[in-house]
C-alpha cells in the first residue's frame, strides 16, 4: 500500500530539516518518512532547549514530547514551533 503525505508538511519537514543540518533537498527526501519526521523532532527538541537556556540532555524516552511534532494525532500536518517562519 502507497501512503501520500500532506504536500505542505512533506515541504515543511523538508525544509526544516535541510535549513539545519545543511542537507540538500535530495538528500532530505531520499530519507523514510519515518526517518525524515524523527529528525525534525529531534531538531525542534534542541530548538526548545536552546530557547529555554536548559542543558542539552536527552529527555526520557518515557515522557513523549509532542510540542516539536510536525504531525499531529490524527496524521494531519501542523505548524511546528520551532519553525523557518520564526527566524
Known amino acids: 500500500m502507497i501512503q ?3 504536500r505542505d508538511t512533506l515541504y515543511e519537514e523538508v525544509a526544516f530539516v ?3 543540518f545543511g542537507w540538500s533537498r535530495d538528500e532530505v527526501l531520499s530519507l523514510p518518512h519515518w526517518e ?3 529528525w525534525c523532532e529531534e531538531i525542534s527538541e534542541i530548538n526548545e532547549r536552546m530557547n529555554d537556556g536548559t542543558p542539552s540532555a536527552p529527555q526520557e524516552q518515557s515522557q513523549p514530547e509532542q ?3 510536525i504531525l499531529g494525532d490524527d496524521g494531519e500536518g501542523t505548524l511546528l514551533q520551532n519553525s523557518l517562519e520564526d527566524l
Do not use: T
Open 4 to 6: 501520500l503525505y500532506d
Open 18 to 20: 535541510a535549513y539545519h
Open 36 to 38: 525524515r519526521h524523527r
Open 67 to 69: 510540542s516539536g511534532s
